[in-house]
Nanobody, 121 residues
Framework: QVQLVESGGGLVQPGGSLRLSCAAS????????MDWYRQAPGKQRELVAT???????NYADSVKGRFTISRDNAKNTVYLQMNSLKPEDTAVYYC???????????????WGQGTQVTVSS
């Protein structure tokens, strides 16, 4: 099972930028589709962005054009570049690896511990 550790969160002013990183340990990182979720206080966890094992991406409507998900399989890391941040982007951001089958074997998914992003003046 892959293990995930997020970093890069913090306090930023509206209109600013942050880049979150999610470092994975364990083998076979490249086979996983990877996601970024977020959870604001009192709200359900929501999917922000997804990148497939092949590099295809999808975004929530609320972040399209502002956030970019990418991955570096050589570094076992997935990133979330967040630009033009808004106060409503304030949340704990979580990295997730989707469980998947590969060469006849099931590789279970995993969640990171989360990193806080606060957008405030």
């Amino acid at each position: 099972q892959v293990q995930l550790v997020e970093s890069g969160g913090g306090l930023v002013q509206p209109g600013g930028s942050l880049r979150l990183s999610c470092a994975a340990s364990g083998s076979r990182f490249s086979i996983y589709a990877m996601d970024w979720y977020r959870q604001a206080p009192g709200k359900q966890r929501e999917l922000v962005a997804t990148i497939s094992s092949g590099g295809s991406t999808n975004y929530a409507d609320s972040v399209k054009g502002r956030f970019t998900i990418s991955r570096d399989n050589a570094k076992n890391t997935v990133y979330l570049q967040m630009n033009s941040l808004k106060p409503e982007d304030t949340a704990v951001y979580y990295c997730n690896a989707d469980g998947t089958y590969y060469s006849g074997r099931y590789y279970s998914g995993s969640w990171g511990q989360g990193t806080q992003v606060t957008v405030s003046s």
